[in-house]
T-cell receptor, first 114, second 114 residues
Framework: DTAVSQTPKYLVTQMGNDKSIKCEQNLGHDTMYWYKQDSKKFLKIMFSYNNKELIINETVPNRFSPKSPDKAHLNLHINSLELGDSAVYFC?????????????FGSGTQLSVL | AQKVTQAQTEISVVEKEDVTLDCVYETRDTTYYLFWYKQPPSGELVFLIRRNSFDEQNEISGRYSWNFQKSTSSFNFTITASQVVDSAVYFCALSEAGDDKIIFGKGTRLHILP
């Protein structure tokens, strides 16, 4: 059983489009995250939700809007996609904050904006 | 402010050699957590180890070992008798107690040559 699953795995789209990436975890964890990994492999946190409530919102353009319909899901919606949004996006979850538990990562979504 | 530095961008060694990946961190907290993650070519992120700041005992797990030294703010990772399957990008990360985010270093790409 996949613990943290993201869809789609690959997403190729044109500039200006709106797209969503979905994430679901079946671990019963309370906290979920979105990370962005750029072309140089640098991982940076974007958002963190705990029990559907936004905890961390790093400096991310407001074109990015996370949505957590329940604590098992954290979707990422991106409006007006730009070339610089091309990256791999990782969803992750943990029982509490990351300092108490290890993070479980999804397999990543490779977004390519043309 | 928290910061994680992995000065080695890329390392290549021949199979069966030992290799050490360096990690230096900065934090003002006295309670914090350090992590290593592995990202193989398939792209997923795999948890390797978590250490808290009060436990400076070195840890060994099979061919992997970790050397945590608070005096030098380092948490280095050594692979003994490396194998081709160890080829991956390795990330060191830091989380301060009570903080909901985990800060990743930029990663070290390790190539194990047959």
């Amino acid at each position: 059983d996949t613990a943290v699953s993201q869809t789609p795995k690959y997403l190729v789209t044109q500039m200006g489009n709106d797209k969503s990436i979905k994430c679901e975890q079946n671990l019963g964890h309370d906290t979920m995250y979105w990370y962005k990994q750029d072309s140089k492999k640098f991982l940076k946190i974007m958002f963190s939700y705990n029990n559907k409530e936004l905890i961390i919102n790093e400096t991310v353009p407001n074109r990015f809007s996370p949505k957590s319909p329940d604590k098992a899901h954290l979707n990422l919606h991106i409006n007006s996609l730009e070339l610089g949004d091309s990256a791999v996006y990782f969803c992750a979850s943990s029982q509490d904050g990351p300092e108490n538990e290890k993070l479980f990562f999804g397999s990543g979504t490779q977004l390519s904006v043309l | 402010a928290q910061k994680v530095t992995q000065a080695q961008t890329e390392i290549s060694v021949v199979e069966k050699e030992d290799v050490t990946l360096d990690c230096v961190y900065e934090t003002r907290d006295t309670t914090y957590y350090l992590f290593w993650y592995k990202q193989p070519p398939s792209g997923e992120l795999v948890f390797l180890i978590r250490r808290n700041s009060f436990d400076e005992q070195n840890e060994i797990s099979g061919r992997y070992s970790w050397n945590f030294q608070k005096s030098t703010s380092s948490f280095n990772f050594t692979i003994t008798a490396s194998q081709v399957v160890d080829s991956a990008v390795y990330f060191c990360a830091l989380s301060e107690a009570g903080d909901d985010k985990i800060i990743f270093g930029k990663g070290t790409r390790l190539h194990i040559l047959p």
